[in-house]
């Protein structure tokens, strides 16, 4: 894939680098899960980034948060970063609940490309470097996990996985066991994978109200109970054996995007921040002018 001139002195920073980290393009997001003594760039938003900050390989991100926060997003911002970058691997891309489609992949890697100066070919080549599955029920989930070791070593390119969303399909309608297979059968697949160190997956889930009572524990309806938001699924699908994060965003009370660390294997660059999002996907808020600072009219 032909590199921007302005992207060609990343090559000595690329030959130099320890490790391959995965950027979701905010910098401020990419912070939470960065550790805490790695230096980072600045750079504007939705540039390539040839600093290594970001999600470490072999490692396993949950982002969670409400309906229409940007988690697909999101997983969108990681998918063309990693696949614009000078020696990116392919991303398989698979979408439980219908939400990151082929076409917005295709159309947000066009605007992508067209604002950082790559030409159609790069895009074209970006384009065919990511694999998309669709899963549309909670057998064809297992069916995907089970396999997934086998179907990585066909394929040794890929080295992101992004699921979106895990709990499209584990539905509080299924029943106990089912559930508890299905999680089993996830954490067992990502240990597996995610060992080697060469492979990083980043699954987006929702929350869900959930009553409590004034014990605190889960309640039916009654006038004291009180409605909060809650993961849909509980952490049994997220491996012990390799590095997790937990990655919440959420709205404030003006509406305002943030996110917040919930859990991390080591100390991080920050434990909160705030971002927007645009067309491209996750960005870092725009700079507000300083008081008394002139601004074009």
């Known amino acids: 894939m032909q590199v921007p001139a302005s992207q060609s002195a990343s090559s000595l920073l690329h030959s130099r680098r320890a490790s391959h980290r995965f950027s979701c393009t905010c910098g401020a997001l990419d912070a939470l899960y960065t550790p805490q003594s790695f230096a980072s760039t600045p750079r504007r938003s939705h540039e390539p980034s040839s600093v290594e900050a970001g999600l470490a390989e072999g490692a396993v991100l949950e982002v969670l948060g409400p309906p229409g926060v940007g988690k697909t997003r999101t997983l969108l911002g990681f998918a063309l970063a990693e696949r614009f970058r000078e020696d990116g691997g392919e991303v398989l891309v698979v979408d439980a609940d219908g939400a990151l489609l082929p076409s917005l992949i295709q159309e947000t890697a066009v605007l992508y490309g067209e604002h950082n100066g790559y030409t159609a070919a790069d895009v074209q080549g970006v384009l ?170």
């Open 128 to 297: 065919e470097g990511i694999r998309y599955r669709r899963i549309d029920s909670a057998w064809l989930l297992v069916a995907l996990f089970r396999s997934l070791e086998s179907w990585l070593a066909e394929h040794p390119k890929v080295n992101l996985i992004l699921v979106d969303s895990l709990a499209a399909h584990l539905r509080p309608t299924l029943d106990s066991a089912t559930r508890t297979l299905i999680a089993d059968t996830v954490r067992s697949a990502l240990s597996a994978v995610c060992s080697s160190g060469r492979v990083s997956v980043i699954v987006t889930t929702h929350l869900s109200l959930k009553l409590f009572g004034p014990d605190h524990q889960p309640s039916k309806w009654s006038r004291d109970a009180e409605a909060l938001l809650v993961p849909q699924i509980a952490e049994r699908w997220i491996p012990q054996e390799v590095n997790s994060w937990r990655l919440l965003l959420y709205y404030d009370e003006r509406g305002e995007r943030l996110a917040r660390s919930l859990s991390s294997p080591a100390p991080t660059e920050a434990t909160d921040a705030a971002f927007a999002m645009d067309s491209l996907g996750p960005c870092d808020v725009p700079q507000r002018p300083f008081e008394g600072e002139l601004t074009p009219t």
